[in-house]
């Protein structure tokens, strides 16, 4: 069964601090798909990521990037520089396509807050 | 391009009473997907349409949970009766493209129904 850990709850940091938030995945299949989606206070899921098994590239896109690591089942995403606006829950997810069935799994969330 | 839109926002209601959410996708989404999401936790598939039809319902609590999605566009999540336990943000996303085998797509979510039951 596919799984997905966040292992940081609340990570809390002070305006203009770097702050990674890991993400640990279980799945069996070679074949899958990680996401990561900011929930800020709104309550909306708004996307920010999508990356395939096959492509370890890290990606970098402004103030935020992405490190894929298969060999350790790892999917960190970093904020540079982070601002008050970056404070939100963040969720990492996994998908893994089986015939029509393309459900993601989520984790439980890092709570990131920061202070100015 | 408008996002996916959700009604109402909020709602209170006590146990056993019923409760009904709407949700409008993306415009030309044929995949529309229905996940609760408990408080502290990660968002739940409840159920996944393709175009009107069902493709996955396996963790519907279908004793008191339905939802249907008419002529392939907006669609309806209903609870009845309500219990404490649903309490709950109910989050509706669509994607673009019809699933195939071997691929995937991009979730877009709309802002949610919070859903209190006292």
């Known amino acids: 069964a596919q799984k997905v850990t966040q292992a940081q709850t609340e990570i809390s940091v002070v305006e203009k601090e770097d702050v990674t938030l890991d993400c640990v995945y279980e799945?069996?299949?070679?074949?899958?798909?990680l996401f990561w989606y900011k929930q800020p206070p709104s309550g909306e899921l708004v996307f920010l990521i999508r990356?395939?098994?096959?492509?370890?590239q890290n990606e970098i896109s402004g103030r935020y990037s992405w490190n894929f690591q298969k060999s350790t089942s790892s999917f960190n995403f970093t904020i540079t520089a982070s601002q008050v606006v970056d404070s939100a829950v963040y969720f990492c997810?996994?998908?893994?396509?089986?015939?029509?069935?393309?459900?993601?799994?989520f984790g439980k969330g890092t709570l990131l807050t920061v202070n100015p | 391009e408008a996002g996916v839109a959700q009604s109402p926002r909020y709602k209170i209601i006590e146990k056993r009473q019923s409760v009904a959410f709407w949700c409008n996708p993306i415009?030309?989404?044929?995949?529309l997907y229905w996940y609760q999401q408990i408080l502290g936790q990660g968002p739940k598939l409840l159920i996944q349409f393709q175009n009107n039809g069902v493709v996955d319902d396996s963790q519907l609590p279908k004793d008191r949970f339905s939802a249907e999605r008419l002529k392939g566009v907006d669609s309806t999540l209903k609870i009845q009766p309500a219990k404490l336990e649903d309490s709950a943000v109910y989050l509706c996303?669509?994607?673009?493209?019809?699933?195939?085998?071997?691929?995937?797509?991009?979730?877009?979510f709309g802002p949610g129904t919070r859903l209190t039951v006292l």
């Open positions: 990356r395939n098994s096959f492509d370890e």
């Open positions: 799945t069996r299949d070679t074949t899958y798909y």
């Open positions: 996303a669509s994607s673009l493209l019809i699933l195939a085998v071997g691929g995937t797509d991009t979730q877009y």
């Open positions: 415009s030309g989404h044929a995949t």
């Open positions: 997810a996994l998908s893994e396509p089986r015939g029509s069935n393309y459900k993601l799994t």
